[in-house]
């Protein structure tokens, strides 16, 4: 689970974002928000500044949430208050990725 879900981390564009749960879908696996933070902590080298709460919401907290921040506005991603502006940032996949189930 946790490869395909890094795996559509990896594909996300720059100055684009994905919600939790967007990702989750995207690898096949719906209702697995949790899980991607999971995936996202036991990789190294992912764009995981990327991938953002639902509604554009940084979930980060403290120092880490302005990290994320100033990583997204380096790429060109704006922002409406705290969110992410998700009209215009949102990466729309053109296609969801099928669950491998093993035997």
């Known amino acids: 689970m946790f490869a395909a879900l890094q795996a559509v ?3 996300i564009p720059r100055g684009k974002v994905l919600t939790y749960g ?5 690898a096949g696996y719906p209702g ?3 899980q991607v933070v999971w995936a996202l902590r036991a990789a190294h080298g992912l764009p995981w500044h ?3 709460g639902a509604g554009g919401h940084i979930r980060l907290p403290g ?3 302005l990290e994320q921040r100033i990583r997204l ?3 060109g991603v ?9 009209e215009e940032h949102e990466w729309k ?9 093993k035997r």
């Open 9 to 11: 981390v990896r594909k």
């Open 22 to 26: 967007q990702v989750a879908r995207a």
């Open 32 to 34: 697995a928000a949790r």
């Open 50 to 52: 990327r991938v953002v």
């Open 63 to 65: 120092a880490q949430g």
């Open 73 to 75: 506005e380096a790429e």
């Open 78 to 86: 704006t922002f409406s208050g705290m969110r992410v502006r998700m």
């Open 93 to 101: 996949t053109n296609r969801r990725h099928r669950r491998v189930r």
